[in-house]
């Protein structure tokens, strides 16, 4: 068990096992439970501090959600995707995002258009830690998202995003990506500002890629040091 798991209020939620769930999904999305890793229910209905039957619960949804996967003789793990699966992944991510920014270029509100920019300008003081960076790069592309003011668009890209986080650790993490990344921030949230919405899908839709770009360098390194521990091991 992580001993460093961040659980949330649990006077928030309306019973145990919406409580065990968002504790465990937080975890997962933001890279604490790394893919593969084993979800025992006894272990992790301890560590919650509730009974094995809310977790049992919470468990079920996230695997019907698809963040977990049912191994056979292992039993639940945080899904593991492969290149196929990341690749498809970030290439309707891509389509999506354009869509959102076109949309937000076309609907955004005043209050819209003002949280954008202090996202951007947010984002220009950030210290390098992972955790903050995603937190930081979710809240911008949630912001987008709400400013395109079309609510089965928002559901279908939230459900990409917590794909995303089976992957591990943010691509903002690696080198050189952030500084890239916060321009790219700032040029799509131009356009949008400017209500240039075939710029603002161009932009965005290159953005993704350019983070798929990433994503595929580090998880070549991945397979590479896994290839060599193998090898070690043999």
């Not at 350019?210 to 390194?221: D, G, N, Q």
Request: hydrophobic share 45%; no cysteine; proline share 3%.
């Amino acid at each position: 068990m992580n001993d460093e798991m961040v659980l949330p209020d649990r006077t928030k939620f309306a019973s145990a096992a919406d409580y065990a769930y968002a504790a465990l999904r937080r975890e997962i999305v933001e890279g604490r439970f790394a893919p593969g890793r084993r979800m025992r229910e006894v272990e992790l209905a301890e560590h919650l501090g509730i009974s094995r039957t809310p977790t049992r619960q919470a468990l079920t949804r996230l695997e019907l959600e698809g963040l977990l996967d049912l191994r056979p003789r292992t039993g639940l793990v945080v899904s593991v995707l492969d290149m196929d699966a990341v690749d498809e992944l970030y290439e309707m991510r891509a389509v999506l995002e354009g869509t959102a920014a076109a949309m937000a270029a076309k609907h955004a509100s005043p209050k819209d258009l003002a949280a954008l920019a202090r996202l951007v300008a947010e984002g220009e003081k950030l210290d390098r830690d992972p955790v903050k960076l995603y937190r930081h790069n979710r809240e911008l592309h949630d912001a987008i998202q709400v400013a395109a003011h079309n609510r089965y668009l928002e559901k279908s890209l939230s459900a990409l995003q917590d794909a995303i986080a089976l992957l591990g650790p943010t691509t903002l993490a690696a080198k050189g990506r952030f500084a890239v990344a916060q321009a790219e921030h700032a040029a799509i949230v131009q356009a949008i500002s400017q209500r240039e919405g075939e710029k603002a899908d161009r932009l965005a839709r290159a953005h993704v890629l350019s983070a798929l770009e990433t994503r595929r360098v580090i998880l070549a390194k991945e397979r590479e040091l896994e290839a060599r521990h193998e090898q070690g091991g043999a």
